[in-house]
């Protein structure tokens, strides 16, 4: 009986006495009655194997030695015995929850398309909704023997996420360049068809229409240019000593010859981080641009720069409705847009807000926007300064 475990000293003891006995004038049978006794009480008070110490025909695998064979994955990994969980290691528990060891596999998934696959040998299936209403997970089994098998979990939300969100950018884009083009090809045909009998004012209006179309798909298209270019250099940290409170000054003062001096007060402070000079120039005019697009037309846009904390902190705020909380979290997606149609009618795009976004992503930085409504919108960014250890450290920056 291969991985049984016998108590030898106690069948020597049961067999001495047995001997004594018959030698003391007990009789045969009644010692070896009283022998086969004891030994059956023996055997009915050997430990029942458990979950610690599982018996195989090839000897015996402990629950730790089950435990630490899954331990390492990083992904969630279980060990069935059958159709029961044997071991979980710590990815799983922390996705399951702990309490899963020992449980039937079934109860602990708890999911139509994984109990199919729990039915199979082996096999992988696409679960959705298992941990999360809107979770995906690539679950396989694979089998070690006829009684012990794996389950491997891969998180696949992130990858569905992504492709969604392509999807949706795509689908947008499209639809944001086609309604200028279909603008401008609408009053063209007109323009170009001899029996329009269009007039000089009409015509003179529709070639301006024509014009506004025309430059907004440019902006549009330069924005969606510039988008790609950040994100492509996103991992690239840029290396640029850049004094950011005299970039807000010089083109505070370009805007200002513009809106005009008293629309526009501006506040700064030497604050010298590392940055793109380009992407910086550009995140300052978007902010200011924005300012003055949705503030109120009669009251001053306010710029300032600061050093906070070892951070360059630039804030750009203005004095017009405010934005309604809920569209806060939304503000730097993609072509997302509190009132539409007074985006356009301003020149907007959409994406003014994603590209500064990205640009303090790729700078280290933070962003924050509050708004209250009727008070006006204030948008702070703030940039590591440069160190002076960082200098010192690196001849190149200086």
Same mark, same amino acid.
């Given at each position: 009986m291969k991985g049984l475990s016998l108590p030898v000293p106690s069948i020597i003891v049961a067999f001495c006495a047995a001997v004594v006995m018959y030698l003391g004038g007990s009789g045969f049978w009644m010692s070896l009655a009283i022998l086969l006794v004891w030994l059956a009480t023996l055997w009915l008070a050997r430990p029942e194997p458990t979950v610690e110490t599982i018996d195989r025909d090839d000897g015996s695998v402990s629950r730790q030695a089950m435990v630490e064979l899954v331990e390492p994955?990083?992904?969630?990994?279980?060990?069935?015995?059958?159709?029961?969980?044997?071991?979980?290691? #710590?990815?799983?528990?922390?996705?399951?929850?702990?309490?899963?060891?020992?449980? $039937?596999?079934?109860?602990?998934?708890?999911?139509? %398309? &994984?109990?199919?696959?729990?039915?199979?040998?082996?096999?992988?299936?696409?679960?959705?909704?298992?941990?999360?209403?809107?979770?995906?997970?690539?679950?396989?089994?694979?089998?070690?023997?006829?009684?012990?098998?794996?389950?491997?979990?891969?998180?696949?939300? *992130?990858?569905?996420?992504?492709?969604? #969100?392509?999807?949706?950018?795509?689908?947008?884009? =499209?639809?944001?360049?086609?309604?200028?083009? &279909? =603008?401008?090809?609408?009053?063209?045909?007109?323009?170009?068809?001899? $029996? &329009?009998?269009? $007039?000089?004012?009409?015509? &003179?209006?529709?070639?301006?229409?024509?014009?506004?179309?025309?430059?907004?798909?440019?902006?549009?298209? %330069? $924005?969606?240019?510039?988008? =790609?270019?950040?994100? *492509?250099?996103?991992?690239?940290?840029?290396?640029?000593?850049?004094?950011?409170?005299?970039?807000?000054?010089?083109?505070?003062? %370009?805007?200002?010859?513009?809106?005009? %001096?008293?629309?526009?007060?501006?506040?700064?402070v030497e604050a010298v981080v590392m940055g793109d000079r380009q992407q910086l120039d550009q995140l300052v005019r978007n902010l200011i641009d924005n300012a003055f697009k949705y503030g109120d037309s009669q009251a001053p846009v306010s710029v300032s720069v600061g050093v906070v904390q070892g951070e360059a902190e630039l804030i750009v705020a203005d004095r017009g409705e405010g934005i309604h909380p809920d569209h806060l979290p939304y503000l730097t997606r993609r072509f997302y847009r509190t009132d539409p149609g007074r985006s356009r009618t301003a020149g907007g795009t959409g994406l003014g807000l994603a590209i500064v976004k990205h640009i303090v992503e790729r700078h280290r930085g933070k962003l924050d926007i509050a708004s209250t409504l009727g008070k006006g919108t204030t948008v702070t960014v703030r940039i590591p300064l440069v160190l002076q250890q960082n200098v010192a450290a690196d001849p190149s920056l200086s």
């Open positions: 994955f990083g992904l969630p990994v279980l060990m069935l015995d059958g159709q029961r969980i044997a071991a979980a290691n #710590a990815a799983a528990r922390e996705e399951l929850g702990a309490h899963i060891v020992g449980q $039937d596999a079934r109860v602990a998934l708890r999911h139509p %398309e &994984a109990i199919g696959l729990l039915q199979k040998p082996q096999g992988r299936a696409l679960v959705r909704g298992l941990t999360g209403a809107r979770s995906i997970w690539q679950v396989s089994r694979v089998p070690i023997d006829e009684r012990f098998s794996l389950i491997e979990m891969v998180n696949r939300t *992130a990858e569905a996420d992504i492709s969604r #969100a392509h999807t949706d950018f795509v689908a947008n884009a =499209s639809h944001e360049l086609r309604t200028p083009l &279909a =603008s401008i090809i609408g009053y063209i045909e007109t323009l170009a068809d001899p $029996d &329009a009998k269009v $007039d000089a004012a009409t015509a &003179a209006k529709f070639h301006a229409t024509v014009l506004r179309e025309a430059r907004r798909l440019q902006s549009l298209v %330069e $924005d969606l240019m510039s988008l =790609s270019r950040i994100e *492509a250099e996103k991992h690239e940290l840029p290396r640029d000593r850049i004094d950011l409170g005299q970039m807000v000054g010089t083109i505070a003062s %370009e805007t200002a010859m513009t809106v005009g %001096e008293d629309r526009l007060k501006v506040e700064t």
